[in-house]
C-alpha cells in the first residue's frame, strides 16, 4: 500500500474542500494511505513535505499551483522521493510543461499509473535559503506583475489575473542597464526583463521561447527583452513567437543565453521571482540541478 502525503493550499484558485475530498477518496480507493494537511502560510508547504519525508512518506502529491510545488519540490530534490502535481494553481505551468491533465481527477489517474520522470531544477540561493524553480526565475517586469496581482483576482481570474496586472504595468515598462552572466559569457545590455528558464513554454502550450529547449536538457536558457513602452512589449513578444516557430535569432533588443549558472546584476535593484513567489532584488544567481525532481508525469 503506498504511503503518500497531501499539501493542499487553501488559497489556490481551484483547490476547494469538495476537490479535496473526492481526490482524498480516489486515492484511498486505489489502496493508498494517504495522510494531508493544508498550508497555512508561505514557506509551510516546504516544512510539510520535509516533515512527511522524514516521518517515510513515498510521495508527496501537491494540490495547488507552481509556487505551493516548488516549496515542497525544495524538501524532495535530490531525494528520489516522488512528488505528483493536482494542478490547482493560477498557472500550473509546471504541470502543463509535462503534459499533465488540466483537472486534479485526471492528474490523480497519472499518479495512480505510477510513471516516473526525472527533471531539472533551478536552485537559488537568498538571504533566508535555498530556493528551487521548476519553470524560472525572472528579474524585472514578470517579477513586478507577479508581485503587484492580488490574490482575488488570481482566484476570480485564473491566469487573466497576471495579465491584467501586466497591461496595468506596461505603460510604466522602463529598460534598466544589467549584466548577464551565463557561464563564462558576459552580457551587457538593458533589459525590461530577464528571463532564466527551466522549462521551454511559459504559457503551455500556446508561448514558448526556444524550440531546442527541454526541462530535462540539463540546461537554464535565458532571454533578455528590451522595451521601453507597451509596442515594444508587443514588438519583442511577437519576434520571440516568430524566433520559435522559424529558429530566427537574437536582435538588439531581444538577447538568449544557453548555461549552467547564470547571474543577473543591475545597479538599480529590480524584484526577482521564482516560479511566481518573490525572491527579494537582483543581484540574483541560478544554478541548474540536472535530474533533481522525481516527478509522476507520462512519457511524452
Known amino acids: 500500500?503506498?504511503?503518500?502525503?497531501?499539501?493542499?493550499?487553501?488559497?489556490?484558485?481551484?483547490?476547494?474542500?469538495?476537490?479535496?475530498?473526492?481526490?482524498?477518496?480516489?486515492?484511498?480507493?486505489?489502496?493508498?494511505?494517504?495522510?494531508?494537511?493544508?498550508?497555512?502560510?508561505?514557506?509551510?508547504?516546504?516544512?510539510?513535505?520535509?516533515?512527511?519525508?522524514?516521518?517515510?512518506?513515498?510521495a508527496i502529491l501537491v494540490m495547488g499551483g507552481d509556487g505551493t510545488t516548488m516549496q515542497a519540490a525544495a524538501a524532495v530534490a535530490n531525494t528520489g522521493v516522488p512528488i505528483g502535481l493536482l494542478p490547482g494553481g493560477t498557472g500550473n505551468v509546471l504541470a502543463g510543461n509535462l503534459r499533465l491533465p488540466r483537472t486534479m481527477l485526471?492528474?490523480?489517474?497519472?499518479?495512480?499509473?505510477?510513471?516516473?520522470?526525472?527533471?531539472?531544477?533551478?536552485?537559488?540561493?537568498?538571504?533566508?535559503?535555498v530556493h528551487y524553480f521548476g519553470v524560472a526565475c525572472g528579474a524585472g517586469a514578470d517579477a513586478r506583475v507577479m508581485g503587484e496581482t492580488a490574490t482575488g483576482d488570481k482566484r476570480r481570474l485564473g491566469i487573466g489575473g497576471y495579465f491584467q496586472t501586466l497591461f496595468r504595468v506596461i505603460p510604466e515598462l522602463r529598460s534598466t542597464p544589467c549584466v548577464v552572466t551565463v557561464d563564462d559569457q558576459r552580457i551587457e545590455t538593458e533589459a525590461a526583463v530577464v528571463l532564466v528558464l527551466n522549462c521551454p513554454e511559459v504559457i503551455p502550450p500556446l508561448v514558448a521561447v526556444r524550440r531546442d529547449a527541454a526541462f530535462d536538457d540539463g540546461w537554464l536558457d535565458v532571454l533578455?527583452?528590451?522595451?521601453?513602452?507597451?509596442?515594444?512589449?508587443?514588438?519583442?513578444?511577437?519576434?520571440?513567437?516568430?524566433?520559435?516557430?522559424?529558429?530566427?535569432?537574437?536582435?538588439?533588443?531581444?538577447?538568449?543565453?544557453?548555461?549552467r549558472v547564470v547571474t543577473v546584476e543591475m545597479p538599480v535593484p529590480q524584484p526577482v521571482q521564482y516560479d511566481g513567489d518573490l525572491a527579494g532584488v537582483t543581484p540574483v544567481t541560478a544554478?541548474?540541478?540536472?535530474?533533481?525532481?522525481?516527478?509522476f508525469a507520462p512519457t511524452l
Open 1 to 58: 500500500m503506498p504511503r503518500a502525503f497531501l499539501i493542499a493550499n487553501p488559497v489556490a484558485g481551484r483547490a476547494s474542500p469538495e476537490a479535496l475530498e473526492v481526490l482524498l477518496r480516489t486515492f484511498r480507493l486505489a489502496g493508498w494511505r494517504v495522510e494531508w494537511e493544508a498550508t497555512r502560510g508561505p514557506g509551510h508547504a516546504r516544512d510539510l513535505a520535509a516533515a512527511a519525508v522524514r516521518d517515510g512518506a513515498e
Open 106 to 129: 485526471k492528474a490523480a489517474e497519472i499518479i495512480l499509473e505510477g510513471r516516473i520522470r526525472r527533471v531539472d531544477l533551478g536552485r537559488l540561493t537568498r538571504d533566508d535559503g
Open 224 to 259: 533578455i527583452l528590451s522595451a521601453n513602452s507597451p509596442w515594444e512589449v508587443l514588438r519583442g513578444a511577437s519576434r520571440t513567437f516568430l524566433n520559435f516557430v522559424t529558429g530566427g535569432g537574437e536582435t538588439p533588443y531581444l538577447r538568449y543565453g544557453r548555461g
Open 287 to 295: 544554478e541548474i540541478q540536472p535530474g533533481a525532481l522525481a516527478v
